[in-house]
């Protein structure tokens, strides 16, 4: 991947209807867009400073799970990283992210690949909340092991912060790769990048 170091792609992914394109809207925009036609894949560039360091992020917003097979292995294979997106009111969306995160793994061949969880839609009421915060975090600390937090896309909750937890997750992998290179290991790595917390 021969791209500037500060310049990253990010895939937003999850199933169709769970605020992909409203959360990566609001993020690049600044504004919240409540209908969204669904589409195989829109782009978006947005500069963002993490840690005193600028760097521009190339964000795909992909289509539903269902519809993005016939490009899952250039998506998978090219992105630095990858914010999995779910509804709060939806087990199945829940399920989905899950098995996206195993099938990003499996093609890449590795498992620190750099992923937040996001579990959307916070804003709405407890009734309609079917995915508590807990079972988000749970999973995403002792099954996929990544960063979780919960957003509202409509509310503005979390959403530069799940961007800039993202770039973070990339730079810590870069470390860890480099580190490896400069050792001369020949194995893989097989660890996380880092213990899950909720942002």
Partial sequence: MTQNTNNYKIIVLGSSGV????LTVQFVQGIFVSNYDPTIEDTYKKWLEVDGRRYLLDIWDSAGSEQL?????RYYSEAHGFVLVYSITSETSFQDAQNICNEIIDIRDRDDVPIVL???KCDLDDEERVVSKFAGARVANYELKCPFTESSAKNRVNVEEIFVEIVRQINRQKVITDDKVRSGSGRKWYRRLSKCYIL
């Fill in 19 to 22: 605020g992909k394109s409203a």
């Fill in 69 to 73: 097979l016939g490009m899952r292995d």
């Fill in 118 to 120: 996001v579990g959307n």
